[in-house]
C-alpha cells in the first residue's frame, strides 16, 4: 500500500491517541500484570515479595540471572526440582518475554506511567564516588526551556544550546543565557501529544565540525515543516515535515553562511515528523558527517495497536535510517547504497526505530547508536554499513499492548532472522535511552574510551566499558538525577549534562574530586 494513502489516518490518531496511550499504560489494563497475575502470582505474591511457596523476586539477588534473557530462559526452563513448572509448555513466547519484561520493570522500579517531566531535578550535593573515579557536579545554568535537545560546549567554555521549540542559543561560562540567534532554520511550538510536547517542526541537534576552530561550521539538524507542499499535507490539511541538516556561522549573534547538507524529497515530509525523534549529528576524522533519522510515523493496525512504521524497511524512503555524507553534503562513493536502484544514496544502515545517540570512537572510525525501543528493547548498537537493525520487523521488547513486534507481516515483508543485526547491549527494561558520548580525555583517565550513556525515564547515567565491538561491563554512575537530554564532553575534559525538565531544565557538568 503507498505510504500517503497509509498516512490519511494521521489527523483521526492525532484526535484519539492521548486516549489510547493512557489506556495502554494504565496499570488495571496492563496485559503484562495479568499473565502475571494468572501464572505467578500463588507462588511469588502479587508485589513479588515471595511466598512459603516460592521466592521473591525483587530486593534480592535471583539465583539464575537477572537479565532480560536469563528471566525469560528461567520462566521457560523452570525448575521442577523447587516446584517451579516450565512454562515453555504452558505460555507462548510473547506471554513469557512478558512476564520478564515486568519483572525486571519491577526490579529497577521502572513504571510505564511516569515519564519523569515533572520531577525535581536533584543534584547531590558533595562528592559522588563511582568504581573507578569520586566527582562532584556543578550547576551551569538553570531555569532553561523544559524542551531542550542538545547541547555543545565551546572551545571558549561557552556552550551553544538547542531549545527544541526556540531555537539556538548561547550560555556563557557564567551560567547566563543569550537571546535567540537570529536567521536560523525556523521552529514552531504548536504541536502536542498526550499531553507532551510532539509534532512537527522543531531544531533538534548542534554540533561543531571537528576542524571548527579553523573552519567555524556549526550544524544543525531541525525538523524541515511546509504547508500544503505534498499530498499528505493537502489530504489531511495539515503541515509536513522533515529532519534536514544545514550548517552555517555564528557572527554577533546571527546564523550566517547557511549551505543545506541534506533534505529529503518533500513527498516524505509528513505531519508529526519530530515525533520521530533523531536528528543526531556525528562525525568521523575523514570528512564525514552521520545522520539520524527517527522511524516513528503514528498509524492504527489491525489488532489495535496505535504504533506502526511505514516505510522503514524500504531504502527509498528516509524514516528510520542513519546518513552519512561528506561534511559538505556530496554523497561518499563507498556507501552502501549508492548502487542501488532506487535506494537514497546517503544511507548507512536502517531499520532504526527512535535512534536517540549517535556518535563515532574516533580512536577505531566505528559508528555507534542508542535508540529506543518500544515497552523492553532499547539498545545500543554498533552500527555497520548497509546493515538492518530490525525494526519493525522485530525487537527484544514488545509493543506497549503486549504483543508481539511483527510489524512487518502487514507490511508484506518476509525476512530472515539472521539477516537481522542484533544490538550489542540490549537495555530491556526500557530505562528511555537518550544520547551518549565516548570519553576521549585524561581529567577521568579511568573513564578514557568508556561509552556515557544517559537515559530518560530511569534518570540514569551509565559507563560503559568497551572492548573492541562489544560491551562488557556497565556501571551507574549517577541515579535519580534528572531526564538526561544530552551528554558531551568539554574541551575542560568536564562532562556535561543537559537535564530536562517541565519545570525549569538545567545544564550540569561532572567535575573529578
Known sequence: MNIMIKLKTLLVISIIIPVLFTNCTSQNSDPFQTVYQTNCVACHGDKLQGTPQGPALIGTELKNGKTNAELIKSIKEGNPEKGMPAFSAMLTDTEIKQIAIMIAEKRQDYKMEDFKFDASIAIPEGTIKSEKHNFKIETIAKGLDAWPYSIAPLPDGRILLVEK?????????????????KNTPKVYDDTYFAGVLNGSGWMLDVALHPD?????????????????CN????????????CALVRGRIKD????????IWKADIESYVPTASAQIGGRIAFDHQGHVFLSVGGLVWQPQPQGNIEAYAGIQNLGLPYGKIFRFHDDGGIPEDNPFVNT????????????????????????????????????GD??????????????????????????????????????????????????????????TFYDRDVFPEWKGNLL????????????????????YRETILSNLARIRDVEVGVDGYIYLLLENRGGSEIVRLVPQ
Open 453 to 472: 550513556v544517559g537515559s530518560l525515564k530511569a534518570t540514569e547515567l551509565y559507563r560503559m566499558v568497551k572492548e573492541g565491538d562489544q560491551i562488557v
Open 165 to 181: 521549540t526556540k531555537g539556538l542559543s548561547i550560555i556563557s561560562p557564567d551560567g547566563k543565557q543569550s537571546e535567540l540567534i
Open 253 to 260: 549573534g546571527e546564523w550566517i553562511d547557511q549551505e543545506t
Open 341 to 376: 536502484p532506487g535506494a537514497l544514496p546517503g544511507i548507512w544502515s536502517y531499520g532504526h526505530r527512535s535512534p536517540h545517540g549517535l556518535e563515532v570512537d574516533t580512536t577505531t572510525g566505528q559508528v555507534w547508536e542508542t535508540e529506543m525501543g518500544p515497552r523492553g
Open 212 to 228: 571548527y576552530e579553523n573552519n567555524g561550521w556549526i550544524y544543525l539538524s531541525y525538523s524541515d515543516r511546509c504547508s500544503d
Open 379 to 436: 539498545e545500543v548498537n554498533l552500527l555497520l554499513p548497509g546493515k538492518n537493525y530490525g525494526w519493525p520487523l522485530t525487537s527484544h521488547g514488545v509493543n506497549y499492548d503486549g504483543s508481539k513486534v511483527e510489524f512487518g507481516k502487514y507490511e508484506g515483508i518476509e525476512f530472515n532472522e539472521a539477516d537481522i543485526e542484533q544490538p550489542v547491549v540490549d537495555l530491556t527494561p526500557s530505562p528511555a535511552v537518550s544520547s551518549f
Open 231 to 242: 499530498t499528505i499535507s493537502r489530504q489531511l490539511k495539515m503541515d509536513a515535515s522533515m
